[in-house]
């Protein structure tokens, strides 16, 4: 029982430490480096960047650790590592948080702007950049805080999961 808790916990971490990084890498670098672009660079390069990103490669790391943390929320309210059980639950409510501001904000807009024109029409880029960018950026950076805590909450229920069973054996 000891080893699921212990993979399931590590594998949540991990899925969810790579979702914190994504997010913090675009509040970081990609949008402050795509802000210097023109209209027509912005809106092709997120439209390009919104089409590329739902692949297996992203979907496996960002639905993953829902389940994850349901089950080692689960496990460790009924197995040893109970001690690590606060800090799972409120690594899954900033998951979710996270989530839920991906699913209910980022990707609508992602959605409009892929409506937007890109032919020879700067007005409607500059107003498709204008609906999107600053709330995008902003709601980004949200999802990636929400994900960097529950990273480290993640990585402390692991920490504080391995010192009981250390105590236990």
Excluded: C
């Amino acid at each position: 029982m000891r080893v699921v808790q212990t993979a399931t916990l590590l594998v949540a971490t991990l899925g969810v430490g790579l979702m914190a990084g994504l997010f913090a890498a675009f509040a970081y670098a990609v949008m402050p480096g795509l802000r210097r672009s023109a209209d027509r660079t912005f809106v092709e390069a997120m439209q390009n960047i919104n089409r590329a990103i739902v692949n297996g490669w992203f979907l496996l790391p960002f639905l993953l650790p829902t389940p994850l943390l349901v089950l080692a929320t689960v496990l460790a309210w009924n197995g040893p590592g109970r001690v690590a059980l606060p800090w799972i639950l409120a690594a899954l409510v900033l998951y979710l948080a996270g989530f839920f501001v991906t699913g209910g904000v980022n990707v609508p807009l992602n959605n409009a702007l892929d409506r937007a024109p890109t032919a020879d029409r700067p007005g409607a880029l500059k107003a498709a950049r204008a609906g999107f960018e600053g709330r995008w950026v902003t709601w980004n950076i949200v999802r990636a805080l929400a994900h960097t805590v529950a990273f480290g909450l993640l990585a402390w229920a692991l920490f504080l999961h391995g010192v009981a069973g250390a105590g236990a054996g």
